[in-house]
């Protein structure tokens, strides 16, 4: 009976065995195809990613440059409003010259022509109100020291009295609309007094 049983065993075990090779190669088929696989799906989704970071990096570049023409059309906006009266203002002041001129008269002090120059001084202070509503300043610089930036000198006259540099007259009033400068004041500067000592021998 055990000799019988033997060769059923053998066979059994023979017949097993062809069967346990082939699942260990088709699960070294199945293990290659899966890392494939996975090296595919690395590669997509680091693809994936890349094209989102390129996407967002154009969206905050986007945003940026929306951001910059917004506020360089603000500033543009302000600007305009600020400067829009520029040329008006510049046609106003030869008028507001003139009213001043009228007021330097020598015979200002004459009773026949006290309320004309009553008349022209209330016009002009109600004038100088006016425009400085809308932010035009005057510049007057006597006594002060002289500015490239706001003055315009005419003249350069010798003087002990004061500094050298310093503004002795003003033959012109200038102005400034909303800080920029519209009209330079027309100036004379002082400059250091001759020695007086003769050079000459």
């Known amino acids: 009976m055990t000799t019988d049983n033997q060769p059923d065993l053998e066979s059994k075990n023979q ?54 023409a917004r506020k360089r059309s603000m500033q543009e906006v302000e ?15 030869p008028i507001i010259d003139n009213l001043e001129r009228a007021l330097d008269v020598p015979n200002a002090e004459d009773e026949a022509i006290k309320p004309f120059i009553s008349g022209v001084e209330m016009t002009l202070k109600l004038f100088i109100s006016t425009i400085e509503k809308f932010d035009l300043a005057v510049v007057d610089p006597q006594g002060e020291t002289f500015n490239p930036d706001l003055h315009q000198a005419m003249a350069m006259q010798p003087s002990e009295e004061v500094a050298p540099n310093t503004v002795i007259s003003v033959m012109q009033r200038g102005y ?26």
């Open 15 to 68: 017949e097993v065995e062809p069967d346990a090779e082939v699942t260990s190669e088709q699960e070294g088929i199945s293990i290659e195809s899966l890392q494939t696989q996975m090296v595919e799906l690395q590669q997509a989704l680091d693809n994936a990613e890349a094209k989102v970071f390129e996407q967002k990096d154009s969206v905050i570049r986007a945003k940026a440059e929306a951001d910059n």
């Open 176 to 201: 400034t609309l909303n800080g920029r400068l519209i009209r330079p004041a027309l100036v004379m500067v002082s400059k250091q007094a001759d020695s007086g000592v003769n050079t000459q021998a």
């Open 79 to 93: 600007k305009a409003r600020k400067f829009a009266l520029e040329k008006f203002a510049s046609e106003l002041l």
